[in-house]
């Protein structure tokens, strides 16, 4: 955490800001493109190593404009990509608000890094000359979103609801047994494609919590709590007043750019406004 929160300072001013908005742009016009010319991604502008090494270096960046899969372009699949267009958008522009446009900007293209090596690598190390598009790139956007809003329900075929974690779990269990069932080369491609997910979270989770130290201060904590005179309280969100005795599987954390040590709940510590002059400290009932 300390490391990303340095890259941040040092180079957060180059990060681009609502960076999904763009990379949906680039969806929608590779909608239009499969739409009246299906085959000129594939000549002209996919992730062909082979033609890069020839000289065509713009296809490293090209290959995004590929939307997510749709299968044969008919009147469903444009209504459907439409809807996946907007669902994409929805999904990048909430990481880069929790997130910040800095750290969503690294997941993205470190993403982005990860199919190109994908593809570099089945082309030099296992001879295969194959097309890798952005669907594991959206997967991972989709994985990313789960796993920080995992009870957010969607719409399966518009009409079934189910929550975000379940359908990381299935499409996850989909790539697990393409890697068990499939080749080395597809192995090496869903390890790198994904790479993205474990790197950003080994970066950007504080393992702190698991060092003894900090296991033997919530030990000393729970200790005072059996102690504590009944109704009295330790934690309470500055936003919508819960404690702990409203729900005891609630986390609390203290922002570090609020002023006055302000406390939040989970569901706000990153969707607050960040009080910039201190106020009075909230009180227990």
Not at 119 to 132: C, M, P, T
Not at 228 to 240: D, E, L, Q, S, Y
Not at 250 to 258: G, I, N
Request: hydrophobic share 45%; glycine share 8%; with cysteine.
């Amino acid at each position: 955490m300390k490391f990303f929160r340095k890259l941040e300072q040092k180079y957060g001013r180059y990060a681009i800001s609502n960076l999904m908005y763009y990379i949906v742009i680039l969806y929608g016009m590779g909608l239009v493109l499969n739409l009246f010319a299906p085959k000129f991604y594939w000549v002209y502008l996919s992730l062909d190593i082979g033609a890069i090494l020839h000289g065509q270096i713009w296809r490293l960046v090209t290959f995004l404009i590929y939307p997510p899969a749709l299968g044969t372009w008919v009147l469903g699949d444009i209504f459907f990509g439409i809807l996946a267009l907007f669902m994409y958008h929805s999904l990048g522009q909430t990481l880069e608000r929790v997130w910040g446009s800095f750290r969503f900007n690294v997941f993205f293209f470190m993403g982005v890094i990860g199919q190109i090596l994908a593809a570099l690598v089945g082309y030099l190390v296992f001879h295969q000359s194959y097309y890798i598009t952005t669907g594991f790139l959206n997967f991972s956007i989709f994985l990313a979103f789960a796993i920080c809003f995992p009870d957010v329900q969607f719409l399966l075929f518009l009409v079934i609801p189910i929550k975000a974690k379940w359908l990381a779990v299935a499409e996850t269990a989909v790539y697990a047994y393409s890697f068990i069932r499939g080749s080395a080369s597809t192995r090496c491609e869903i390890i790198l494609s994904l790479l993205n997910v474990l790197l950003f979270v080994a970066m950007t989770r504080n393992f702190q919590k698991y060092s003894p130290k900090e296991i033997k201060r919530k030990r000393k904590f729970q200790s005072q709590i059996k102690v504590m005179p009944k109704g009295r309280t330790i934690h309470r969100c500055a936003v919508c007043g819960r404690t702990e005795q409203d729900d005891g599987n609630l986390e609390f954390r203290y922002c570090s750019k609020c002023a006055g040590g302000l406390e939040y709940c989970q569901d706000h510590l990153y969707t607050h406004q960040h009080v910039t002059e201190e106020i009075p400290h909230l009180h227990d009932d």
